[in-house]
């Protein structure tokens, strides 16, 4: 895939024009990681963002405690520590590769180099960026008046979509790798109550179980749990 269809792809370079997109393309530079390989850990100094082109990647953080929580994953077309096109402030989150990762990196100073000769690319980031943010905070809100079932029900319909846009659903279904643990951490629920929940899918012919994924016969039934 040629990095300029890659970028467009992604939603905070979505409005940028083709020539703008193509002068993003030329600032950045392939990277890949092996699976289990951190790409950057919380508190690190933050200089560079990615774009995913192949494989997967997932956000954690950890409590003072050593409790670690997975905030978020990341397939193709997704970007992750995309604030350091903006600031070098600590990362706030680590990044850890879940397979062979490949992305494209954008270093910061760099992407700033390139918004200050051409400022249309800065106004049209910040106004993507900021969409991105209502959006995040209006999820937030649909979490907070949603049950477990319903934010479940909504995190595994997310990870469909993405297997569908990487071409993955066969005969059998949508596999979706994720442990239960991870599921109910997007989910922002106890792995008891998401648990419960997966095996009432389980028991419904919606999902069946494995170790470490489960695979979806029928996504369209997981909207019946959305609120």
């Known amino acids: 895939m040629q990095t300029t269809a890659l970028l467009a792809r992604v939603p905070a370079f979505g409005a940028l024009a083709p020539a703008e997109l193509e002068r993003?393309?030329?600032?950045?530079?392939?990277?890949?990681?092996?699976a289990r390989?951190?790409?950057?850990?919380?508190?690190?100094?933050?200089?560079?963002?990615?774009?995913?082109?192949?494989?997967?990647?997932?956000?954690?953080?950890?409590?003072?405690?050593?409790?670690?929580?997975?905030?978020?994953?990341?397939?193709?077309?997704?970007?992750?520590?995309?604030?350091?096109?903006?600031?070098?402030?600590?990362?706030?989150?680590?990044?850890?590769?879940?397979?062979?990762?490949?992305?494209?990196?954008?270093?910061?100073?760099?992407?700033?180099?390139?918004?200050?000769?051409?400022?249309?690319?800065a106004v049209k980031l910040v106004i993507a960026l900021g969409r991105r943010l209502r959006e995040a905070n209006e999820r937030l809100a649909r979490q907070s008046f949603q049950t477990v079932q319903s934010r479940v029900a909504g995190v595994l319909a997310q990870l469909v979509e993405q297997a569908r846009e990487e071409g993955k659903p066969d005969s059998q279904g949508v596999t979706v790798v994720a442990t239960q643990a991870e599921l109910a951490q997007l989910a922002g629920s106890s792995r008891e109550s998401a648990s419960r929940f997966l095996a009432?899918?389980?028991?419904?012919?919606?999902?069946?179980?494995?170790?470490?994924?489960?695979?979806?016969h029928d996504a369209p039934a997981l909207q019946r749990y959305v609120f």
């Open 37 to 121: 390989q951190v790409v950057f850990r919380e508190g690190d100094d933050s200089d560079t963002c990615y774009v995913v082109r192949a494989g997967h990647a997932r956000a954690t953080r950890e409590h003072a405690d050593g409790r670690q929580i997975t905030l978020a994953q990341f397939g193709p077309g997704d970007i992750f520590g995309e604030l350091a096109m903006f600031d070098d402030e600590r990362r706030s989150a680590t990044i850890e590769a879940v397979d062979r990762l490949e992305t494209v990196a954008i270093l910061g100073s760099d992407m700033r180099g390139l918004m200050r000769r051409h400022p249309d690319i």
């Open 24 to 34: 993003v393309a030329e600032v950045t530079v392939p990277r890949v990681f092996d």
């Open 200 to 216: 009432v899918l389980e028991r419904a012919g919606i999902i069946t179980q494995g170790r470490g994924k489960l695979v979806v």
